[in-house]
């Protein structure tokens, strides 16, 4: 029986862990090794492919954790041959997932999330939303000169894909540090990802619980360029930033 593993987590003091069912309604128990424990799952299942039910109860138990004190979440499918093997993932990785466990202390994930005209089209054209400075009225308008010869249509294709791809990074480059000077002094740290040809910019926090409610009203006075939307999300266990190498303690990652 394979090991579906959730969170790790400080060890909790000796006694009955309470009750809680994971992804398949199985009991989620706890592996302990030194200081630590990994919450887990029993499965026969030689796939836990996920779908709606299966991720729900695994988000689940582990905001059940995270609402008790810092874990580290992993993603969802992390699965290990069995007891053994969970113990010595711990024990190998004892001192850095305590150093990484220090530093998520007290601590909730709140991510920030843009979404930029301008991003391509699902065929890999720029999109027209915002065209990028200099393209011309022509650009904006999608009313050109008749095309040209293939080759050509193509490469004037391609020169302004990359052209609002660079536009598209700029903005998003501005955007980012308006939006960390607005929050200075309000989060521990920050992963920034994107942008993507889509124009989606997420910027994820390490925020103190107790500082929620500041980080959005701070958030809700940040202006965002026009045509640009943001969307506010969390809190959450810190997902984003234990995923990420550069976010956290040591430049390490928190499952490798």
């Known amino acids: 029986m394979s090991c579906l593993l959730y969170c790790?987590?400080?060890?909790?003091?000796?006694?009955?862990?309470?009750?809680?069912?994971?992804?398949?309604?199985?009991?989620?128990t706890l592996v302990r090794r030194q200081g630590l424990a990994a919450a887990v799952s029993g499965h026969e299942a030689p796939d836990l492919l996920p779908d709606l039910a299966r991720v729900r109860a695994y988000a689940e138990a582990v905001n059940r954790f995270h609402s008790e004190g810092a874990v580290i979440p992993l993603r969802y499918g992390c699965r290990l041959a069995g007891v053994s093997q969970v113990a010595e993932l711990l024990a190998g990785r004892a001192s850095h997932y305590h150093r990484l466990l220090a530093e998520l202390e007290g601590g909730v994930e709140m991510g920030v999330h843009f979404w930029l005209p301008g991003g391509?089209?699902?065929?890999?054209?720029?999109?027209?939303?915002?065209?990028p400075p200099g393209a011309g009225p022509d650009a904006a308008s999608g009313e050109g000169p008749p095309?040209?010869?293939?080759?050509?249509?193509?490469l004037a294709?391609?020169?302004?894909?990359?052209q609002a791809e660079e536009h598209l990074t700029q903005e998003s480059q501005q955007l980012a540090a308006g939006c960390l000077a607005k929050l200075a002094g309000l989060f521990r740290c920050h992963h920034t990802q994107g942008p993507g040809l889509w124009g989606g910019l997420s910027l994820y926090f390490?925020?103190?619980?107790?500082?929620?409610?500041?980080?959005?009203?701070?958030?809700?006075?940040?202006?965002?360029?026009?045509?640009?939307?943001?969307?506010?999300?969390?809190?959450?266990?810190?997902?984003?930033?234990?995923?990420?190498?550069?976010?956290?303690?040591?430049?390490?990652?928190?499952?490798?």
Do not use: C
């Open 8 to 28: 790790i987590l400080r060890e909790p003091p000796p006694g009955p862990a309470p009750a809680l069912l994971g992804v398949d309604r199985q009991p989620v």
């Open 206 to 256: 390490l925020v103190p619980r107790e500082g929620v409610a500041a980080f959005r009203r701070a958030l809700q006075s940040f202006r965002t360029p026009a045509g640009a939307r943001l969307l506010l999300s969390g809190p959450w266990p810190p997902y984003n930033l234990v995923m990420h190498p550069t976010a956290l303690t040591g430049g390490k990652h928190a499952w490798t």
């Open 147 to 154: 095309p040209g010869p293939p080759g050509r249509t193509y």
């Open 157 to 162: 294709a391609r020169r302004a894909l990359y």
């Open 120 to 131: 391509a089209k699902p065929d890999g054209t720029p999109g027209e939303a915002a065209p």
